[in-house]
């Protein structure tokens, strides 16, 4: 079946590329590519010949021929600014510039059968001659065909305009209904949708997919980076779907955004800034006002970049160049959970508390040359360079020493051929692709980690308390390889947009992990007194090392193919149709191919472990002899949508839809059933130096719960633990043969008007997501239970058996499909768009949710034997209550202004209780106490803009003057928050720390443009 899949793909390929060479195949617009429709009514007797998009910067022109009816169909343009030059039997008219966005379906209806000489003042929004041959054409004309996508389109102007931090592009998606940008302690961001997590978003760059196959963050680069996933310079707008996306999208369940980049135009134009703040220009953080005053942290954030882009030859090539920097010392705080006083723990410790500074850098480069050879051919080429380095922690117990040393490296390459006759165009694409992700310990020596534990009523707690010594783990982690894209659209076919697309990538992943690269040592403090500070006999040692069985480096060549059709299908004048159908299909050697060792099979083997004879699970279902595992082939995709216009000009319209899409199962998942076989976390535990009653030396073997030495802090003692422990406290990483593939069905339906340069939309959206990725707990007691549930032992709690591994070695965790999330949103959006006539906008979105998920906010889970044992309760991340809200105007004198608002309700927490009465184990919940006023986040951002034109090199030439207020209010939006549910005090706030709110922040900027 896989070979079959392979040759059909590559078949598939080479047909759809050589027709795209020689012969008018069918064709398809690209992800984030342009469409404009509709009918030109002329005079009887003076029909339309041909219709012409002209893109006002460049001169580049894209011709079709018009219909009997003088209907016209530009199925795949360049976002941007256009003209229409419409050639009739007898004469030209023209049309003034108007706008299409970053994929826009827009429908466009022009009547010139009224001579312009007697034409009546036209109604708004209607077309109206002017100057004899030029033909107004007002933003309200023209009409969405979106269907039931749900999203919204960032302008130039907004990502210009507003203000904001860190100059991630990204950060403005949070307009769209139902999306988060989230900012965290260590300057790292991650966009969220629905109740779904980050790894389940992908962004499409000029049509490319930026989808991170290896780490959680979604977009590669991004997992844990203080940086940019591309310079803001380089990007022209983008759109972005919270849901119901077209069959075009793929590898994504969650949010799609596409963004299209700048390009080169007739004239040189060029511009550079200098961002800057510091720990003069901002307001004391709550860690350094509260319990008492301090000197503030130092900190700085210097960013920059210069852009440069004309022609090279009028009218047929064209180039941009950008190039944006960072560098920031940032502020982040070391204290200990849940509010425990640093005051108890003994001075030689206390200095590792306190508020501190870290360093980022990063660099990235963009290149784009674009050349029209014929009016009927466009090349693009394009280039990124991203590096980072630096110095990275996260706010919480990890002292200064643990820091990790940064070490991001990406290149991405993309060669473009757009072929455009009559009716249709193929549109090609072959990209490169190479990034890495590759973390290391900034000190080497061993790590110490002290905990607090409690007992309340049998429920046992441990509070995290501080890490320092040695960093943790030292990985490299990347994928590179090549795409080749091929898509086309046919629009011969009288009221049909015929679009047909396939795409394949051949991508070598890579993995090396070494987790406690750094020997850590874990203290429970409340050992041996409860008054006392134990930190001389640890009850846990782990560190990683190799086991021989293999090289550390996991590498995987993956397929992946996908093809998918999509009609665009207006059936009268009022109803449009979009009908698609998709199918992915990818193939992991790393998985598929994996043998399970004979290590692991004698390990838990009914000898050596009979306590998974009666268990509740069948372990040879995770058992693998490199035969039984087969690549899912059933990821087929209907997406479905319509837009019923309700008025003839088409100013209102009713519209939704419906679509399933699959995501793919993460790399890093995947790989650490190999990786354990390679490199091992080793586990020890030590007799009498743990106070949870349920520890790990209850019913372990005694080749792992030792007598502490103090020779075991030496690289001698730990290689003697080696030697007399048969498996040396190895975890076991077992996947199950038939992994399905993460997928949401979304479902959508609302209405939209337009009043002129208002649009308005109400709607509602479902989002249920499905086969998510956990791992559980797959140790059992001696009879086969999880839990042993005796009610006539009342010092029994229903603890997991961590304590019941395999003789010699750790737990067995088992990974597995069965997450599900469900997301029910109304939402309303109100956007006014800039004119030169109405020189202000306002973005607003309001959006109510409720969620529900089986998970408590990660992917391990357990504290119960299957995740059918999770019942689905009220979402974590999601709020119930949001509101965005973004607007600019401009003033006099040079001036504009322009500001942000988020607002959203109180975070939700969930955490296990151990109940006695009756005797059991349960999932509770509630809001957290939020930051006040009755809203768990609120910020309001500022931006004051001056321009001055000095006319240097052009009339365009001019400088700009910004300062940004950032946090206008210096609103405290706490994070963290107690999350022990036995605590009188669970929900309250635990700390001082707001996470990646900043305080209060003056950005000072200058620039130049011509």
């Known amino acids: 079946m896989n070979k079959l899949v392979l040759r059909s793909a590559l078949l598939t390929m080479t047909v759809l590329g050589t027709g795209a060479l020689l012969a008018p195949a069918p064709a398809m617009a690209q992800v984030g590519q342009a469409s404009l429709r509709g009918t030109i009514t002329t005079p009887a007797g003076n029909p339309v010949v041909e219709v012409t998009a002209i893109e006002v910067s460049t001169g580049i022109r894209r011709s079709a021929t018009a219909g009997a009816d003088g209907s016209y169909n530009f199925a795949s343009l360049r976002p941007g600014t256009y003209r229409l030059e419409i050639k009739l039997q007898n004469g030209v008219r023209n049309s003034d510039a108007f706008t299409l966005r970053v994929g826009q379906n827009a429908g466009l209806d022009l009547d010139l059968s009224t001579p312009a000489d007697t034409a009546a003042a036209p109604a708004a929004g209607e077309t109206a001659p002017a100057g004899g041959d030029e033909i107004v054409v007002t933003g309200n004309r023209i009409r969405s065909l979106d269907g039931g996508q749900v999203g919204i389109n960032i302008t130039q102007r907004l990502i210009e305009q507003l203000p904001q931090n860190n100059r991630n592009f990204l950060a403005f998606a949070d307009l769209a209904p139902g999306v988060r940008f989230i900012e965290s302690a260590d300057g790292s961001s991650r966009i969220q949708g629905g109740a779904q997590d980050s790894r389940s978003v992908n962004v499409f760059i000029d049509g490319v997919s930026q989808k991170d196959y290896v780490l959680k963050n979604g977009i590669t680069g991004q997992d844990s980076s203080a940086g940019n996933p591309f310079p803001q310079l380089a990007i022209g707008e983008y759109q972005v779907l919270s849901s119901n996306y077209k069959a075009e999208f793929d590898q994504v369940s969650s949010v799609a955004i596409t963004a299209a980049t700048k390009s080169g135009t007739n004239e040189f134009h060029g511009e550079g800034f200098i961002d800057f703040t510091n720990q003069d220009l901002r307001s004391r953080r709550p860690t350094e006002i509260y319990p008492t005053t301090r000197d503030k942290v130092n900190s700085n954030n210097k960013q920059f970049g210069l852009a440069l882009g004309g022609p090279i030859i009028q009218d047929r090539a064209h180039f941009f160049v950008t190039y944006e920097g960072k560098r920031i010392d940032s502020p982040y705080d070391v204290r200990p959970e849940n509010g425990f006083p640093v005051s108890a723990v003994p001075s ?81 694409r072959v990209s490169y692709q190479d990034t890495k992700w590759a973390p290391t310990p900034e000190t080497f020596g061993n790590t110490t980690f002290f905990q607090a534990s409690t007992l309340n009523n049998g429920n046992f707690t441990r509070t995290d308390l501080l890490r320092f010594g040695g960093g943790g783990s030292q990985q490299d982690k990347g994928q590179k390889g090549w795409t080749l894209q091929d898509d086309f659209t046919w629009t011969g076919f009288n009221g049909h947009t015929i679009k047909i697309g396939t795409k394949a990538s051949f991508i070598r992943l890579r993995s090396i992990e070494q987790n406690r690269a750094n020997p850590q040592y874990t203290y429970d403090i409340n050992a041996f007194s409860p008054t006392g500070f134990n930190d001389q006999v640890p009850y846990q040692l782990e560190f990683g090392v190799p086991t021989g069985n293999g090289p550390i480096d996991i590498r995987s060549s993956n397929f992946q193919f996908g093809v998918y059709a999509q009609d665009d299908w207006d059936v009268t004048s009022h109803l449009t149709l979009n009908l698609g159908l998709r199918w992915d299909y990818e193939r992991t050697p790393a998985f598929v191919n994996f043998v399970t060792s004979q290590e692991n099979l004698t390990a838990i083997s009914p000898a050596n472990y009979p306590n998974l004879v009666n268990a509740d699970y069948n372990i040879n279902d995770f058992i693998s002899n490199g035969r039984n595992r087969k690549t899912f082939t059933g990821a087929f995709q209907p997406r479905l949508g319509f837009t019923y216009r309700i008025d003839e000009a088409g100013r209102f319209a009713v519209f939704g839809g419906y679509g399933r899409s699959y995501d793919r199962n993460q790399f890093d998942f995947l790989q650490q059933e190999v990786n354990q076989g390679a490199y091992a976390v080793r586990r020890f535990n030590f007799l009498g130096a743990d106070s949870n009653p349920n520890n790990a030396c209850v019913g372990a073997d005694a080749s792992t719960c030792l007598t502490w030495n103090p020779i075991y802090l030496t690289p001698e003692g730990r290689q003697q633990l080696l030697a007399g422990a048969a498996g040396g406290g190895r975890e076991f990483r077992f996947l199950k043969n038939d992994l399905k593939v993460p997928y949401s069905d979304q479902f959508s339906l609302g209405i939209r008007g337009r009043f002129q340069q208002v649009s308005l939309e109400l709607g509602y959206s479902h989002v249920a997501s499905k086969n998510g990725f956990a791992f559980l707990l797959g140790n059992r007691r001696p009879d086969g239970s999880f839990f042993f549930n005796d009610p006539a032992n009342p010092t029994d709690t229903p603890a997991p058996p961590f304590g019941f591994s395999p003789p010699g070695y750790n737990s067995i965790i088992l990974g597995t499909n069965g997450l599900k999330t469900n997301a029910d949103s109304v939402y309303f959006k109100l956007t006014k768009t800039y004119t030169q006539a109405s020189p202000w906008s306002l973005d607003a979105t309001y959006t109510y949710t409720e969620a529900t998920e089986n998970q408590l906010g990660e992917t391990y889970l357990l504290d119960f034997p299957s995740i059918s044992d999770y019942a689905m309760l009220r979402s974590s991340g999601v709020p119930r209550h949001r509101l965005v809200m973004a607007g600019s105007i401009d003033l006099p004198l040079g001036f504009a202004f322009s500001s942000k608002l988020q607002v959203e309700s109180a975070a939700y927490q969930k955490a296990i209780l151990n109940q006695s009465n009756p005797f059991q184990r349960v999932i509770v919940g509630r809001e957290t106490d939020g930051s006040g006023g009755g809203w768990g986040r609120r910020q309001i951002d500022m931006a004051l803009t001056k321009y001055v034109p000095i006319r240097f090199i052009s009339d365009q030439t001019r400088l700009r003057f910004r300062v940004d207020v950032l946090n206008v209010l210096n609103d405290y939006n706490y994070i963290t928050f107690n999350n022990d549910p036995a605590s009188q005090n669970w929900g309250a706030r635990s700390s001082y720390d707001v996470g990646g709110n900043p305080p209060r922040t003056v950005k000072l900027s200058v620039g130049y443009s011509f």
């Open 348 to 428: 030689q410790y206390q200095q590792n508390f306190g508020s501190f500074s870290q360093r980022f850098n990063e660099d990235l480069y963009f290149g784009k040359i674009d050349i029209e050879p014929s009016d009927k051919d466009l090349i693009e080429l394009t280039g990124k360079y991203r590096k980072e380095s630096g110095s990275q922690i996260a706010t919480g117990i990890n002292a200064p020493s643990t820091a990790t040393l940064n070490k991001v490296d990406e290149k991405r390459f993309m060669l473009r051929w757009q072929r455009s006759e009559d009716n249709w165009i193929n549109d090609a």
